[in-house]
């Protein structure tokens, strides 16, 4: 498995449906150059699809030194905010 210098959690929001989704990425570059990435989610991609990319942002929530570490934060941010409900 390769091993990335940095891991984070990120929060992107549809600002014209007001809808969000938390996600975690691990990469190579810094989370603040990695702008492109919009997560993995294939409801997100097809509403970014459907909308354009305009109508999301995205905010870097937290980095980590692993990446059990962030996917630790995305899971008690997923509960937190019962995204499987919400």
């Known amino acids: 498995m390769k091993k990335y210098n940095y891991h984070y959690t990120y929060l992107i929001t549809n600002t014209k449906e007001n809808r ?16 492109d990435y919009m ?24 980095g980590f030194d692993s990446r059990e570490e962030a996917e630790d934060h995305e899971l008690a941010l997923h509960t937190k905010y019962d995204v499987a409900i919400n």
């Open 20 to 35: 969000y989704y938390i996600g975690v990425k691990s990469c190579d570059c810094p989370p603040e150059e990695n702008t």
């Open 39 to 62: 997560g993995s989610s294939e409801l997100l991609t097809e509403d970014i699809k459907l909308i354009g990319k305009d109508n999301f942002t995205k905010v870097i929530l937290e």
